[in-house]
């Protein structure tokens, strides 16, 4: 079974450029959570989508957005970058039902550098 | 919502030495406990898991039991080897269900031959 894809791996982007990362989850799974990874905050929670809504929402500004498609893929949008953006970007997927059975898997992540 | 706390590192043994990374937690009710490991320049992968009080998660020699009465869910393993280092994450559910995660800040363990 195929593990969760995120693409592109690295990506180099300037201040005040705009960003889109995906993410295709595990075969049969209907959530996907995304993750900022720093060395600073260490792993911060963004958002979750279940069936293409998004379910939770963690604390970060409205520059970060995100949307999931009917096939459960992901992306996630990040505008108007600053530099205190760069970071490792993990996504998870999950069944997303309920219960102990409902465990993240993770992607290898994007590594986002903003100059 | 819950939250976690782990030691933090870096922590340096030396190969075949007993590893024990503490973290503790404070939660609603009695969720899933979970260790991650992020290997140099890789995603997270799940380590083990326990899902209720008194279980004993395990995998790869590794091992971390479920205390409630302490809770705590500290990470074991006999004798490490060179290949088991890598950063650990101690996670739990930030709220009910299991999504999302709350995690730990990691504790980064260098095993030296």
């Known amino acids: 079974k195929a593990g969760v894809t995120q693409t592109p791996r690295y990506l180099i982007k300037t201040r005040g450029q705009q960003v889109t990362l995906s993410c295709s989850p595990i075969?049969?799974?209907?959530?996907v959570s995304w993750y900022q990874q720093t060395p600073g905050q260490g792993l911060q929670f963004l958002f979750e989508y279940f069936s293409e809504t998004q379910r939770n929402k963690g604390n970060f500004p409205g520059r970060f957005s995100g949307r999931q498609f009917s096939n459960s893929r992901s992306e996630m949008n990040v505008s108007t970058l600053e530099l205190g953006d760069s970071a490792l970007y993990l996504c998870?997927?999950?069944?997303?039902?309920?219960?102990?059975?409902?465990?993240?898997?993770f992607g290898a992540g994007t590594r986002l550098s903003v100059l | 919502g819950n939250s976690v706390t782990q030691m933090e590192g870096p922590v340096t043994l030396s190969e075949e030495a007993f590893l024990t990374i503490n973290c503790t937690y404070t939660?609603?009710?009695?969720?899933?406990l979970f260790w991650y490991v992020q290997y140099p320049g890789e995603g997270l992968q799940l380590l083990l898991k326990?899902?209720?009080?008194?279980d004993k998660g395990s995998n790869k020699g590794f091992e971390a039991t479920y205390r409630k009465e302490t809770t705590s869910f500290h990470l074991e393993k006999g004798s490490v080897q060179v290949s088991d280092s890598a950063v650990y994450f101690c996670?739990?559910?930030?709220?009910?269900?299991?999504?999302?995660?709350?995690f730990g800040k990691g504790t980064r363990l260098s095993v030296i031959a």
């Open positions: 998870a997927s999950s069944s997303g039902t309920s219960g102990a059975k409902n465990i993240q898997y």
């Open positions: 939660a609603t009710g009695y969720p899933s």
């Open positions: 075969s049969g799974h209907r959530s």
């Open positions: 996670a739990l559910p930030a709220y009910s269900g299991n999504t999302p995660l709350v």
């Open positions: 326990a899902t209720k009080a008194d």
